[in-house]
């Protein structure tokens, strides 16, 4: 079977997959909003921003090495594992020493327990077997498919299930866990090879050398991303950031959905045709064009729709959110243009090239995020990840155009 026929099979797997798990969590929510508060909300977004603070912090790069290596996956594998369990450990452990001064930050001295809590789902994620990439390196996405379906049901099933009874916010922790724990059993009982717990200097140095740039890039797109809720939640408290993050999983990740399905469909197949240049320029170009279209009419949708959404989703409780709903669309709308740009730099191994546009990103939010908000409210925290993006689509223009030149 083509590329092509693969490809399309692949966006096909992925997209089901995205909508089943987003049609979950979109559910979950909903239903969630009606047991729990938005100053609960608040609080979890709290924890989840500083373990995906940290979860970036230390990331090494190994799942788009194992991805754009040629060699086999056995090769890496032990090296790969030992590094996921370090590093799972150590987030583990930052999250508990800085859990009092995370919460002093916020504001939220309750937010203590909860970073305790979730400090349990980094440990677990660190024994999750690296192989389980390789459904993605041999675009065998149906795999992909059960496998990550299966996690997502069982996180929103357990979340509901507790908060139905406790109305508690650690039922969204538990939710967490279950996925997590489930997501390690599959790694180890249907996906092979499996790994053993060795120090292989070797392979780790390859790692880390190759992966520098995708730690960089992580580090600079977490503040770039979230820098406006760091912010919104630092100056308007715990409600408020509820609220804010609630209209961002609106407008934000649809787009940001389609954008990740055509990412991990056409990364390993780009670079598998990397060489061909002709080939690689009608791939890019196919998949850019599809990208743009739904981006589009996905945003056009919920805008037109945004107060139908909230009421009907949420309740007159969430009213709040509308005007930041409005302005984040458009900044979906842009962030899912870049997804296509990003799968091919690093099929052709230029990460220094998202370091950079990254980097363009948070310089931009950082001197517009506070002065905004002042201002304008949350309305102008959205209004600055709007800035931030629109400086970037000349730099990707750019680089794209670079790359097929010297190609």
């Keep these: 079977m083509g590329y092509a026929k693969r490809t399309f099979k692949g966006l096909l797997w992925m997209s089901g997959s995205k909508l089943v798990s987003r049609s979950i969590s979109i559910l979950k929510i909903a239903i969630l909003a009606h047991f729990l508060a938005p100053a609960q909300f608040g609080i979890f977004g709290i924890a989840t921003l500083i373990l995906s603070l940290l979860d970036i912090l230390t990331e090494t790069g190994v799942n788009i090495f194992l991805i754009q290596s040629e060699k086999a996956i056995k090769k890496y594998i032990n090296s790969a594992w030992f590094v996921s369990i370090i590093r799972g450990c150590f987030i583990s452990i930052l999250i508990i020493v800085l859990a009092p001064f995370i919460a002093n930050f916020f504001h939220i001295s309750s937010a203590v327990n909860i970073l305790y809590f979730i400090s349990i789902v980094p440990f677990i994620r660190g024994f999750i077997n690296p192989a389980e990439i390789q459904f993605q390196k041999n675009l065998t996405f149906h795999k992909e498919f059960f496998f990550r379906t299966s996690i997502f049901a069982i996180d929103a099933g357990t979340a509901i299930c507790i908060s139905f009874f406790t109305h508690s916010v650690y039922s969204l922790v538990w939710g967490l866990l279950a996925g997590s724990i489930l997501e390690l059993l599959i790694s180890f009982i249907y996906i092979k090879p499996i790994p053993r717990f060795s120090l292989e200097k070797k392979y780790l140095t390859e790692i880390f050398n190759k992966g520098k740039w995708i730690t960089a890039y992580g580090i600079l797109n977490y503040f770039s991303t979230i820098g406006d809720e760091l912010v919104v939640g630092r100056i308007f408290g715990a409600t408020n950031l509820g609220i804010y993050e609630m209209a961002a999983k609106i407008s934000v990740q649809p787009g940001a959905e389609i954008s990740d399905v055509v990412s991990r469909v056409v990364f390993p197949v780009y670079t598998k045709i990397m060489h061909d240049k002709k080939r690689l320029f009608l791939a890019f170009s196919k998949i850019t064009f599809i990208v743009a279209t739904c981006s589009v009419l996905v945003g056009i949708t919920i805008l037109a729709l945004a ?99 010297a190609r």
């Design 307 to 405: 107060k139908e959404i909230i009421l009907l989703a949420f309740g007159n409780l969430w009213l709040p959110m509308l005007p930041v709903l409005q302005v984040l669309i458009i900044y979906g709308i842009i962030n899912t243009l870049a997804g296509p740009s990003t799968a091919l730099f690093l099929a052709v191994k230029k990460q220094k090239y998202i370091t950079a546009i990254t980097f363009l990103r948070f310089f931009i939010l950082a001197i517009t995020i506070y002065p905004l908000t002042q201002r304008y409210g949350m309305v102008g925290a959205a209004y600055s990840a709007v800035f931030s993006l629109i400086f970037d689509i000349p730099v990707i223009a750019f680089f794209t155009f670079r790359i097929f030149k």
